[in-house]
């Protein structure tokens, strides 16, 4: 979930914590700090192969999410020197738990068991930015401001349709799941997925895996769901709103991709043995690995998580000829005829 978001919804779970007796606006301003600065993991994570490998890691933590919520309450604790330091320490927990538990609604994967494992954890429910999610903790904020004297009330209530807009997308999960699941019928083990996508709870990504391959298909579970048999890629950001339904049909009107996995090969090894070809492929939950070899023998190793397909999803940019275009997830080796690195980097626009 994206930052902000974080803070209103970590705001909006602590303020009803504070009752009656005071500690308000130590608990709107701890639960919206706190709420947000796991995601201070970003400043140290360098480039993108570092922000794979650090980012929603040691700060997402619900190992350590008491002993950091101590040290806060203990810094807020200057600021607050009449509140008790439970109370201080009980709107810093909220908050970060918060952060951990919204992020792991998400697809994106979060390692919330450091340091006792670095598996990642995805329950594919939300996607990372959502106007729903964003706007009923805002507008519970906005209200409470209006209305002061009720603001315990009106924060509460947002808190519980926040939750309850979170429980309506778990059960769209599991219906999309299990739609994607009888159309395309992965074998038994085999991952699976249904990815949320971007503006609707209705729209998902249908991923799994099969044997040399994986599928792919995007669709629509919503009761308006139109979707078109050729859709334009848009030229346009304003373009790029207005065309998405037309890339999600009806799950009775699906188009299952199938992506060919590289077989193995020496050229693939020695590109998985590169450190950031190891962090992604630690990273990715359906890595999609080509490779191309070109007529002069030179050849490209290219590694893309299908959970991030173009061009459905952020961040969005302009390639070489000015057109809109997603920034492609997919990381490239290029070799040599005789098998030396030349380079290797995210691609950092479609070509």
Known sequence: MDTLSHGFAGAVLSRPLAGRSGGTRAALLLGFVTAMLPDVDAAWAGDRIG???YHRGWTHSFVLMPLVSLG?????RAVWRQAPLLQLWLFCAVGQASHILFDWITSYGTMFLIPLSRQRYSLDWVFILDPFFTGIPAAALVAAAIWRARARAITAAGAVLLAAYIGVCALLHARALSI???????????????????????RWLG???????????????????????????????????KS????YPPPERIVVRRFRSAPD?????????LPSVATYLQFARFPLETVTVGPDGSAEYSIQDLRFLPFFAGPWGRDETGRISRQPFVYRVSFDAAGRILEQGFVPSRR
């Open 51 to 53: 922000y794979l490998r």
């Open 72 to 76: 806060l309450a203990l810094v807020a």
């Open 180 to 202: 994607w699941i009888a159309l395309d019928r992965p074998p038994v083990g085999r991952r699976v997925a249904a990815v949320p996508q971007f503006l609707s709870p209705f």
């Open 207 to 241: 991923l799994s895996e099969h044997e040399g391959e994986l599928h792919a298909a995007f669709f629509d579970i919503g009761p308006f769901a139109r979707g078109v048999s050729d859709p334009k890629p848009p030229e346009r950001v304003l373009d790029a709103l």
């Open 244 to 247: 998405l339904p037309d890339f």
């Open 265 to 273: 090969s020496a050229l693939k090894e020695t590109a998985r043995a």
